[in-house]
């Protein structure tokens, strides 16, 4: 299979089987999409013959993958609900506000030990492990989150196994102790703002109804300066309220911030949902971010955008993006009580209770259905040039806007096939310059 597509003037052959890209004349775009095209003789049979030396050297309508993955149940990654409360009341939180649909509370030590505990006795034979500390907001939490690292250090050391911690705060109760911690022990902090002051306090307030700009934003830089060249990622969610996007993105990237990741809101609140009418201002939305994007780093002034990062000859192989991303088999949702649910977007849903830390997975049949997801299972996809790089999309959102995992929801395709290309037109930009 392959994609052909232009970029303002320029055009593009991505070949799915092997993963390459190419930039081509508008005359070879035409012809491998079908589409009339005037050429003399000469010029038609030196389009032909292109064509033929790429498909020889296997980068042109290559054979693409039909081989399911072998899926490990070997455990490698929890992420752990240590608050359901929150001290913000954004309005598009999918997490109910923080608290799930259920009550308030925090977890204890005792259960984030069970929890780590749990990991190191379902990893086998895996040396790296994951612990993600989620919420509601974590830091309402941060004594239990401390133990919990130094905990897992400690027990991980023992067996020989290596943890990666990572947070998500909304940044109101980052201190200047709460920065030394996360540059020691952290291995990626996503940190979360909406952009520009306007758009971000319309919907992320703090309990008392008041916009929280003012409040993190300081904080935020204050932690950008400090983390050095650690990971890190300031996340925004745009809505239907904000489809001007791509100007919170730039003031992001103008506040000092070069690890932008900004996602369409998934939500059914009407005012904020995004709707079908509104992909044609989110498509040109995608391509004015992608131009400035290219001419900020041909000057030197880069940023990292997570949509526009895309490495089709060094990323994951290929087994891993026929095998989306593991929730419910190699990776778990861990709430308050310590329960166990696929992933964060399953938590609290009954009818995804897999277990618990205490007595482990309960739910194997469950769990069998998690591992057999995978690419293939997805029948809308097989016909998609984005299947091996979106893999499908995420199982939650599936599920919530189409009743079932493997049926993708339509809305997130159409945003994720013009971010790629848009990224793929940044990747063949920035080889030019290389070149």
């Given at each position: ?22 930039e ?86 005792e ?48 067996l ?55 409040v ?39 506040s000092?911030?070069?690890s ?11 005012d ?57 088999n ?69 599920y ?17 096939k ?18």
């Amino acid at each position: 299979m392959r994609h052909v597509f232009s970029y303002h003037g320029k055009h593009y052959i991505y070949d799915v089987g092997s993963g390459s890209l190419h930039e081509c004349d508008e005359a070879i775009a035409k012809l491998l999409a079908g589409q009339p095209v005037a050429l003399t003789n000469s010029e038609l049979s030196a389009s032909l013959e292109e064509i033929r030396a790429l498909r020889e050297a296997g980068l042109l309508d290559a054979p693409e993958t039909r081989e399911r993955p072998i899926k490990s149940h070997e455990i490698k990654a929890l992420c752990l609900h240590v608050s359901h409360d929150c001290n913000l009341r954004c309005r598009y939180c999918f997490a109910d506000e923080g608290a799930y649909h259920a009550k308030r509370e925090v977890m204890s030590f005792e259960t984030a030990k069970a929890a780590i505990d749990f990991l190191l006795r379902e990893s086998g034979k895996r040396r790296v492990l994951e612990v993600d500390f989620f919420g509601g907001e974590p830091l309402m939490n941060l004594d239990v989150v401390k133990k919990t690292v130094a905990y897992a250090k400690e027990e991980g050391a023992k067996l020989g196994k290596k943890f990666l911690f990572t947070t998500t705060t909304n940044a109101l109760l980052l201190d200047d102790e709460t920065i030394r911690f996360f540059n020691e022990e952290m291995e990626n902090v996503v940190l979360s703002l909406d952009g520009r002051k306007e758009v971000n306090d319309a919907v992320r307030k703090t309990v008392n109804g008041k916009g929280s700009f003012d409040v993190v934003i300081g904080k935020i830089k204050k932690f950008v300066r400090a983390r050095g060249d650690k990971h890190y990622y300031v996340r925004g969610t745009f809505t239907a309220k904000n489809l001007d996007f791509s100007k919170d993105v730039l003031f992001l990237a103008d506040s000092g911030f070069d690890s932008i990741s900004m996602e369409p809101v998934v939500t059914d609140i009407e005012d904020l949902q995004i709707k079908e009418e509104h992909l044609p201002a989110i498509e040109r939305e995608y391509e004015a971010l992608c131009d400035e994007y290219v001419r900020r780093e041909k000057e030197g002034k880069g940023f990292l955008f997570f949509h526009f990062q895309i490495d089709l000859e060094g990323g994951p192989c290929l087994a891993k993006r026929v095998s989306a991303c593991g929730a419910g088999n190699e990776y778990f949702s861990v709430v308050p009580s310590g329960d166990l649910y696929p992933c964060h977007q399953f938590a609290g849903e009954k009818d995804f209770l897999m277990g618990n830390v205490f007595d482990g997975i309960q739910n194997e049949a469950l769990r069998m259905k998690f591992a057999e997801n995978c690419l293939f299972t997805r029948k809308k996809c097989e016909g998609c040039f984005a299947k091996y790089i979106c893999s499908g999309g995420c199982s939650a959102n599936n599920y919530h806007f189409t009743g079932d995992m493997n049926t993708p929801y339509e809305m997130t395709c159409a945003m994720m096939k013009k971010r790629i290309e848009c990224a793929m037109h940044v990747l063949a930009e920035r080889k030019s310059s290389e070149n």
